[in-house]
């Protein structure tokens, strides 16, 4: 199972994006919304964004 590269959701097979940069570094993302947020306008996911998808309350 992959994770969102911006909020670290898990993301189901067969759904979301794969990004792959220009150095060859992938990036999945759960979401159109993720995938600009991360890569159109560089910013962070905040904190309680990240706590609210991860399953055990952690940041990675
Ligand atoms: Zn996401």
Redesign the pocket.
Known sequence: MVK?S??I?EIERGTGLIYVKKNGAIRH???DR?YKFNELYGKKASKKEIAANSPAGTLA
Request: proline share 0%.
């Open positions: 969102c911006y909020c959701k993302y759960c979401s993720c």
